[in-house]
């Protein structure tokens, strides 16, 4: 059946119709744009994307037609690998005494908002077959969904735009979209992973540390009016990162006519970047995590087995210490203390003993 679809480059009609699950995001849970609407898809349909998605995969990484600084669903390319290489920039023009300037963009609805006609005319820049072009588009064309909450379920509705959120070629197709955005900015870097979107750019002074972030600004807007995206302004913002001891006046960037934000900090892939990367911002956010699963498995240590209380202690908190750690691991031993100390707490609570108790007993004993 995958071959055939292939073959006629036709993706089933029955598999097109997708269950939309609203699941929140951040900030009032009465506000409907703060929830990301997930594809519930057909168990079939992912079957015959992922066969896609391993070819399209190959075929682009022999081809090397993704954009080097698009880290997202991609082999060997992660969100940690990402923020190694944005923080490895930043310090080094730090050393050398310069300033960085960086604005996270924030594409409202981006996923939702994918212009099929634009895609698949940028499809053609990837030395894609006719055949594979056309099954794309019969992917795309013709979808519709209905949205369900606990048990209630709405009408149809056509999607003529878009690419669903919870498919597998979904990712895919979005890095193939923006693939070009970095060629619009020249003189600032861009770093991409997915949406996620961060223009930084070097120099000796905030003022010309700004100058160049603002013309790559105006471009990304031509760029975006063209991509039929648009930005969220309330929500991008612009960061400068500066040795501790500089005091200095950052100017404002400006596009459309509405001034970016300027923040101290901001949590870029899951960590907390702060203007002098002490990381006491990210590392306090995951010991209060911390704490709070730690309170839970002491709680329920007793219920569990060796094993079970193994892959506790595993899924809900050393995952937290181990999320990106080569970003932030090399932060003050004053900042890392907290760390240690959960890290100790959670050894003692695996293996029931007391606080007074040595952890180093525990780990030769694991």
């Not at 003189?187 to 070097?202: H, I, N, W």
Request: aromatic letters at 8%; glycine letters at 4%; hydrophobic letters at 40%.
């Amino acid at each position: 059946m995958i071959n055939r679809s292939l073959d006629e480059s036709v993706f089933p009609s029955t598999l097109k119709t997708a269950i939309v699950t609203p699941v929140h995001k951040s900030g009032d849970r009465q506000e409907v744009s703060n929830y990301r609407p997930i594809s519930i898809l057909p168990a079939i349909s992912k079957v015959i994307e992922k066969v896609l998605a391993e070819q399209l995969v190959a075929h682009l990484n022999i081809e090397n037609l993704l954009h080097p600084m698009q880290f997202g669903f991609r082999a060997n390319h992660s969100t940690e690998t990402a923020c190694c290489y944005f923080l490895e920039v930043i310090k080094g023009s730090l050393d050398k005494g310069g300033v960085v300037g960086a604005v996270f963009l924030d594409l409202r609805k981006a996923f939702d908002t994918v212009n099929h006609s634009v895609l698949i005319s940028k499809l053609s820049k990837f030395k894609l077959s006719v055949n594979v072009v056309n099954w794309i588009q019969s992917y795309l064309l013709g979808r519709s969904q209905c949205v369900r909450i606990n048990d209630k379920m709405s009408s149809l509705k056509a999607c003529v735009m878009g690419v669903p959120q919870g498919s597998i070629l979904g990712p895919l197709l979005f890095s193939a979209y923006i693939n070009d955005l970095p060629s619009m900015c020249d003189d600032v870097g861009t770093l991409m992973y997915a949406d996620d979107t961060v223009l930084y750019a070097c120099g000796k002074d905030p003022e010309q540390v700004a100058a160049k972030l603002s013309l790559a600004m105006e471009q990304v807007i031509e760029w975006l009016r063209y991509s039929c995206l648009t930005l969220n302004t309330d929500k991008t913002v612009v960061m400068y990162f500066v040795n501790k001891h500089k005091n200095m006046v950052f100017p404002n960037i400006i596009v459309g006519g509405q001034m970016i934000k300027k923040v101290d900090e901001f949590k870029y892939l899951g960590v907390t970047l702060d203007h002098n990367l002490t990381f006491k911002s990210h590392i306090k956010k995951m010991c209060h995590k911390v704490k709070y699963n730690i309170a839970n498995f002491r709680h329920i240590r007793n219920s569990l087995t060796v094993e079970a209380s193994k892959m506790y202690l595993n899924a809900m908190i050393f995952s937290c210490f181990h999320y990106c750690i080569s970003c932030w691991s090399q932060a003050n031993k004053t900042v890392l203390k907290p760390i240690r100390s959960l890290h100790k707490q959670a050894l003692k609570t695996l293996d029931r003993k007391p606080q007074q108790y040595h952890h180093c007993d525990i780990l030769d004993k694991y």
